[in-house]
């Protein structure tokens, strides 16, 4: 099969040269196992030695058509000539597979080209083997779509790219980037990095990354990701990451090492083919045995193939990784992939999985004749100089209303407590309620908005101001995520470190059955082990460092796009950006890839036992024993080449 190396090299943080290795696809299992692209294109060409062999098969097998009617019956030399041609490279692939001591369906199909042969049926001989020659040439065709869809990512990324260094713009190579490079992007162009854009303003097309199908705007501060397309104004991006540590290098990285590891289903379905010729073998032996028919053997021979499985296996899963990954999700190989289609339960973390885990400022209550935005900005002022993520929230939505911030003249923090601080003279309380009882300030039944909010009080002097209620904001698609994993019958599970009222409150919104709360990292890696340990394959959700162990024990570590560096190593797949929408995607592509290899499966099972049965009993000559043969096997890798359509992934987005 052909390879598909592109001359290009990657870089990584440090600047370094990375070579990429070359993407080979499996050899389809009847391939003559030579390389048939040169490596420039990849186009549905028939390659000039395959046409030859074709046409010089077809015009045997003609001659010895018309050579029946001669009465004198001699041998037919062109006949002979013409088998040799066109059956070398199935004789070729035999001979070494034998060598090997694997059966393969090279080795049936020699067997009955060589039988045919030798009972002087040498038109029914030629024709097996031009079926054979056509359905190699238009498998090569199916197959490469995989390897030009691979190709196509490949050629995304600029090879030179302009840089503002020392205050001038100069175009360097891709290689040459470094990161914290000012990257400037023309309109039209793509971008080559993952980054923060520090000027400029644009419309990016970053479906290819992300599947989001709408133009997104980018202004100054927001980020834009590698293989992304610039499609109105000039942009300055900062080079955050680079080469192969960029959202784009992940996919490529992700379908080259998909297509040099080996799923369980695929060693499987290399041992069925196997396990099918010896079958085909032993039938025909006992067909001959019983019947004494040649033709009869010949044919079981033949109808009896397992190519459809071993050539459509591999296809189904880059097919089903490729689509992933033009959804926005990185699945790090075939075995993964497998494990997704059979997950029968999913853990979640929540906090920046099902929440955007930037605590939000939901209510201000005041107490009588106190204006909500006193409130505020008394808050505010105490929390400007504090850390805390409540501090924080206070802050960011003064700010956005519009208040005025003052600077404390003194300021105490009071871990598990609050703050204190002195603004002219009189101190100002923001904490929780034990800091108001340490300070004897009485606090009024205030109704708050719910129990996953956190309450942070405020008091000013002796008077109590009111209630500031802080909470996590649940992700807008996760109520649909949630409902459309249930509706595949699958298991959930909340696993948090947060309260219990606030994991009880967020089930409750997205309807989780089950939840649990107040956990550490070792108890979220020991639930985990407890759930395979009872026969379930687990997909764990996070993206967090505590997340790491379980994402680690997981049948399948999921982590988003947004977690921490840990949370993504330990992971098996990895969502690009923070939509978990694109989880649920992922698991409808696996399930479809696992559907269409035991399709496969069935099918080739189903059609070998009808074939040989048949044959056995006459009713199968070898012309239509062959026809048999070479249309179910295309007909199965036809049906894995479905997982390449890009109309696919229109309907997977909907």
């Known amino acids: 099969m052909p390879s598909l190396d592109k001359p290009a090299s990657f870089s990584n943080v440090s600047g370094k040269k990375q070579s990429r290795p070359p993407v080979q696809l499996p050899e389809p299992p009847c391939c003559d196992g030579n390389n048939h692209d040169n490596g420039q294109s990849l186009n549905w060409s028939i390659e000039r030695m395959e046409l030859v062999r074709i046409v010089s098969v077809a015009l045997s097998a003609a001659a010895v058509w018309f050579h029946f009617w001669d009465p004198i019956g001699k041998v037919n030399?062109?006949?002979?000539?013409?088998?040799?041609?066109?059956?070398?490279?199935?004789?070729?692939?035999?001979?070494?597979?034998?060598?090997?001591?694997?059966?393969?369906?090279?080795?049936?199909?020699?067997?009955?080209?060589?039988?045919?042969?030798?009972?002087?049926?040498?038109?029914?001989?030629?024709?097996?083997?031009?079926?054979?020659?056509i359905a190699e040439v238009l498998e090569?065709?199916?197959?490469?779509?995989?390897?030009?869809?691979?190709?196509?990512?490949?050629?995304?990324?600029?090879?030179?790219?302009?840089?503002?260094?020392?205050?001038?713009?100069?175009?360097?190579?891709?290689?040459?980037?470094?990161?914290?490079?000012?990257?400037?992007?023309?309109?039209?162009?793509?971008?080559?990095?993952?980054?923060?854009?520090?000027?400029?303003?644009?419309?990016?097309?970053?479906?290819?990354?992300?599947?989001?199908?709408?133009?997104?705007?980018?202004?100054?501060?927001?980020?834009?990701?590698?293989?992304?397309?610039?499609q109105s104004g000039l942009l300055e991006i900062r080079a955050e990451r680079i080469g192969r540590d960029t959202s784009y290098g992940k996919i490529i990285q992700a379908v080259e090492e998909a297509e040099q590891s080996r799923a369980p289903v695929q060693r499987l379905a290399d041992q069925l083919a196997g396990y099918l010729v010896y079958f085909a073998l032993g039938a025909a032996t006992l067909t001959f045995v019983i019947t004494q028919n040649i033709y009869s053997t010949i044919s079981v021979v033949i109808v009896a193939g397992a190519c459809g499985i071993a050539a459509g296996t591999p296809l189904?899963?880059?097919?089903?990784?490729?689509?992933?990954?033009?959804?926005?999700?990185?699945?790090?190989?075939?075995?993964?992939?497998?494990?997704?289609?059979?997950?029968?339960?999913?853990?979640?973390?929540?906090?920046?999985?099902?929440?955007?885990?930037?605590?939000?400022?939901?209510?201000?209550?005041?107490?009588?004749?106190?204006d909500p935005l006193q409130v505020i900005e008394v808050a505010a002022g105490a929390e400007s100089r504090s850390e805390h993520p409540l501090g924080k929230a206070i802050v960011r939505y003064a700010r956005e209303s519009g208040c005025s911030i003052k600077e404390p003249d003194e300021f105490t923090y009071t871990p598990g407590r609050g703050i204190a601080a002195i603004f002219e003279g009189k101190t100002v309380l923001v904490g929780g309620r034990k800091l108001m009882l340490d300070h004897e300030i009485h606090i009024p039944k205030v109704p708050v908005s719910g129990l996953e909010d956190s309450e942070v009080f405020v008091a000013r002097g002796k008077q109590f101001y009111g209630v500031i209620t802080i909470s996590d904001t649940v992700?807008?698609?996760?109520?649909?995520?949630?409902?459309?994993?249930?509706?595949?019958?699958?298991?959930?599970?909340?696993?948090?470190?947060?309260?219990?009222?606030?994991?009880?409150?967020?089930?409750?919104?997205?309807d989780i059955k089950e939840a649990e709360a107040d956990l550490l990292p070792e108890d979220k890696l020991d639930r985990i082990k407890s759930l395979?340990?009872?026969?379930?394959?687990?997909?764990?959700?996070?993206?967090?460092?505590?997340?790491?162990?379980?994402?680690?024990?997981?049948?399948?570590?999921?982590?988003?796009?947004?977690?921490?560096?840990?949370?993504?190593?330990?992971?098996?797949?990895?969502?690009?950006?923070?939509?978990?929408?694109?989880?649920?995607?992922?698991?409808?592509?696996?399930?479809?890839?696992?559907?269409?290899?035991?399709?496969?499966?069935?099918?080739?099972?189903?059609?070998?036992?009808?074939?040989?049965?048949?044959?056995?009993?006459?009713?199968?000559?070898?012309?239509?024993?062959?026809?048999?043969?070479?249309?179910?096997?295309?007909?199965?890798?036809?049906n894995s080449a479905r997982l390449l359509q890009e109309e696919s992934d229109k309907n997977i987005k909907k």
């Open 77 to 133: 030399v062109i006949g002979m000539a013409g088998l040799i041609l066109g059956g070398w490279p199935i004789f070729k692939s035999a001979f070494k597979n034998m060598a090997a001591r694997r059966m393969t369906m090279e080795l049936s199909m020699t067997i009955a080209i060589v039988s045919a042969a030798a009972i002087s049926e040498f038109f029914t001989a030629l024709v097996i083997t031009l079926f054979v020659l």
């Open 140 to 230: 090569e065709m199916t197959v490469s779509r995989g390897r030009r869809a691979i190709r196509n990512l490949l050629e995304v990324l600029p090879n030179s790219v302009s840089v503002r260094r020392e205050g001038e713009v100069r175009d360097i190579n891709a290689d040459e980037l470094e990161v914290g490079d000012a990257v400037l992007v023309s309109p039209g162009g793509n971008i080559p990095i993952d980054g923060k854009v520090i000027g400029g303003f644009s419309y990016v097309d970053q479906s290819r990354i992300t599947g989001e199908s709408m133009p997104l705007e980018k202004t100054s501060g927001t980020t834009v990701y590698a293989g992304s397309i610039n």
């Open 316 to 370: 189904a899963i880059l097919g089903g990784i490729g689509r992933a990954a033009r959804l926005g999700s990185i699945i790090k190989g075939g075995l993964y992939l497998e494990l997704l289609g059979r997950v029968d339960t999913v853990v979640l973390d929540k906090t920046g999985t099902l929440t955007f885990g930037q605590p939000k400022v939901q209510s201000v209550i005041p107490s009588p004749g106190i």
């Open 475 to 510: 992700r807008p698609e996760a109520q649909r995520a949630i409902q459309e994993i249930t509706r595949m019958r699958i298991r959930t599970i909340l696993l948090t470190g947060d309260s219990r009222p606030v994991a009880q409150a967020v089930a409750r919104q997205l």
């Open 532 to 638: 395979i340990k009872n026969g379930y394959v687990v997909a764990m959700l996070g993206d967090g460092i505590n997340d790491a162990p379980a994402l680690a024990e997981a049948s399948v570590g999921v982590a988003m796009g947004s977690g921490t560096d840990i949370a993504r190593e330990s992971a098996d797949v990895v969502l690009i950006g923070n939509d978990f929408m694109k989880f649920t995607k992922t698991l409808v592509i696996a399930r479809q890839t696992r559907e269409i290899i035991w399709q496969n499966f069935a099918g080739t099972i189903i059609v070998d036992l009808l074939g040989i049965g048949l044959a056995a009993f006459g009713f199968l000559n070898p012309l239509f024993a062959a026809f048999i043969h070479v249309s179910s096997e295309l007909v199965f890798i036809l």
